[in-house]
Antibody, heavy 123, light 112 residues
Framework: EVQLVQSGAEVKKPGESLKISCKGSEYTFTSNWIGWVRQMPGKGLEWMGVIYPGDSETRYSPSFQGQVTISADKSISTAYLQWSSLKASDTAIYYC????????????????WGQGTLVTVSS | DIVMTQTPLSLSVTPGQPASISCKSSQSLLHSDGKTYLYWYLQKPGQSPQLLIYEVSSRFSGVPARFSGSGSGTDFTLKISRVEAEDVGVYYCMQGIHLMYTFGQGTKLEIK
């Protein structure tokens, strides 16, 4: 059974940096894109970006380009989402999800999801 | 950007009755490979989203047969033939045609 296990909840102050993680198991981590999705309190789902762990190619939503950095360490089957300077508006649950599609750059969707990481940014 | 519009935004259904959610995309989701990349997810209270339907009408592993998806091009529908108490939550449609994803606003299903 595919598993995506995310790091634990974080409480940070505005201006601080943060890196959260998503560890995949029971599948070939380097062969599927991993996506990140934001859910602000009481709101819907927003796609942030994806990474292909095999060669770390990344694609970002225009809404999140330059606001976050997505990376991966294929040696430990882990993807990351990081901020260099958090804002209160970054308070949200962040989900990682495994992308499944016919080809690497074709159409696709999110099949398996992590449990989510709650990030709270408050002074 | 492809915009996904769901209706209704909320639904209150008596157990055993059917339910239907519409999702419209601003562009066709038909890919050159012949597949249409429209997905349906359910987010139960306090849980991560879970995949229900992929590529318009294929039920994901373990999804009950009372869930069905249909549609083509830009118009799609999720139907629940007989709603059960465990179906409460928020339903999202999502497009994934070119490694750029967009979710609908979500439809909250409550039980009467």
């Amino acid at each position: 059974e595919v598993q995506l296990v995310q790091s634990g909840a974080e409480v940070k102050k505005p201006g601080e940096s943060l890196k959260i993680s998503c560890k995949g198991s029971e599948y070939t981590f380097t062969s599927n894109w991993i996506g990140w999705v934001r859910q602000m309190p009481g709101k819907g789902l927003e796609w942030m970006g994806v990474i292909y762990p095999g060669d770390s190619e990344t694609r970002y939503s225009p809404s999140f380009q330059g606001q976050v950095t997505i990376s991966a360490d294929k040696s430990i089957s882990t993807a990351y989402l990081q901020w260099s300077s958090l804002k209160a508006s970054d308070t949200a649950i962040y989900y990682c999800a495994k992308v499944v599609g016919l080809t690497r750059w074709g159409g696709s969707g999110f099949e398996d999801w992590g449990q989510g990481t709650l990030v709270t940014v408050s002074s | 950007d492809i915009v996904m519009t769901q209706t209704p935004l909320s639904l209150s259904v008596t157990p055993g009755q059917p339910a239907s959610i519409s999702c419209k995309s601003s562009q066709s989701l038909l890919h050159s490979d012949g597949k249409t990349y429209l997905y349906w997810y359910l987010q139960k209270p306090g849980q991560s989203p879970q995949l229900l339907i992929y590529e318009v009408s294929s039920r994901f592993s373990g999804v009950p047969a009372r869930f069905s998806g249909s549609g083509s091009g830009t118009d799609f529908t999720l139907k629940i033939s007989r709603v059960e108490a465990e179906d409460v939550g928020v339903y999202y449609c999502m497009q994934g045609i070119h490694l750029m994803y967009t979710f609908g606003q979500g439809t909250k299903l409550e039980i009467k």
